[in-house]
């Protein structure tokens, strides 16, 4: 299987018309047909149902698609990287990361890098823990921010400087939002939104015997998305401080949970990972900065 033959599988699985893909390509419709035929035979099965006009994956050939994708992104990003390995300038960076105010002293350390390797180039990828860590398993990512204690066995980390801590998005107009803080108590028999991750993870051991009296409405990944169900009264968003606009002019308030629930980040990477030179000097100037915080 060729990587060049993968890239026309995808340019019609995106496109869903041979001419189309074809002509993207810059190759013939008969060149195409013929590649995609020869693949089919390959992996002896039918990865697409042929329309009139259109051209549809079966479920060999979305399944083929996913694959695909990662090896792609995969040989490209190992092109990239030795083209760059004698770049003493520059290069690329892969970071996948998680929601949280810390990603703030990241970010302050890729303007300073920047300053030094102006032709950097980095590449953001956001998600919970399961997302990133899956894609930096993969060798997808050179480096992961999560918000759990990472797994020793398969990772090295480095601690962000300080920790979020969790909190409750109620509407301005709710009772709750006179109170200072909120207790589990508080939220029992209520609606509430939180990702899948920190329900389990930090929610159900911060609750303790009153978890079972807790109600999940709804998971989000993304705490914008879950305030909004919160600001049309449909249920309190459990999230992190400082992710939520909770001005006056938007009509959401923060509480903080009590007792005070906080949550570390962490920079991770794979053990026994291997560099290229500009991810390698990131590395040590987070190392030393963070040190000294």
Same mark, same amino acid.
């Given at each position: $299987? ?15 018309? $041979? ?39 079966? @479920?060999?050939?979305? !399944? ?9 992104? $995969? ?5 990239? @990287? ?24 990241? %970010? ?8 030094? /390797? #102006?032709?950097?180039? /980095? ?26 204690? #990472?797994?020793?066995?398969?990772? +090295? ?17 709710? %009772? !709750?939002?006179?109170? @200072? ?9 209520? #609606? ?8 389990? +993870? ?9 978890? #079972? ?14 305030? =909004? ?7 309190? !968003?459990?999230?992190?401080?400082? !992710? ?20 570390? =980040? ?28």
């Amino acid at each position: $299987m060729e990587i060049r033959t993968l890239r026309y599988f995808l340019a019609v699985a995106r496109e869903e018309n $041979m001419s189309r893909a074809a002509e993207q390509l810059h190759v013939t419709q008969p060149t195409l047909s013929k590649a995609l035929r020869v693949l089919e035979d390959e992996l002896g099965k039918k990865l697409f149902i042929r329309h009139s006009f259109s051209i549809a994956l079966t @479920e060999e050939g979305v !399944l083929l698609r996913n694959r695909a994708e990662d090896l792609i992104f $995969m040989a490209d990003k190992i092109e990239r @990287e030795f083209l760059t390995l004698d770049d003493i300038t520059g290069g690329d960076i892969y970071f996948g990361l998680a929601e949280s105010y810390q990603i703030r002293y990241l %970010a302050r350390e890729i303007l300073a890098f920047k300053e030094t /390797y #102006p032709d950097l180039r /980095y590449h953001i990828t956001s998600g919970d823990t399961e997302q990133v860590t899956e894609k930096l398993d993969k060798g997808l990512l050179d480096f992961a921010v999560i918000c759990e204690a #990472p797994d020793e066995r398969k990772y +090295n980390h480095i601690l962000f400087p300080e920790a979020d801590y969790f909190g409750a998005v109620v509407p301005a107009s709710s %009772a !709750l939002a006179e109170k @200072e803080c909120i207790t589990a108590q508080d939220l029992a028999g209520r #609606p509430l939104f939180c990702s899948e991750q920190s329900w389990e +993870n930090d929610i159900r051991p911060w609750a303790g015997d009153t978890f #079972p009296e807790l109600q999940l409405e709804g998971s989000f990944r993304l705490s914008y998305n879950g305030s =909004m169900f919160a600001k049309e009264g449909l249920g309190i !968003l459990l999230t992190l401080n400082n !992710l939520i606009n909770t001005s006056p002019e938007n009509g959401l308030v923060f509480l903080p949970l009590a007792p005070r629930l906080e949550i570390r =980040m962490y920079l991770i990477w794979n053990k026994y990972q291997s560099f290229t030179p500009i991810a390698e000097r990131f590395l040590k100037q987070i190392k030393d900065s963070f040190a000294n915080k």
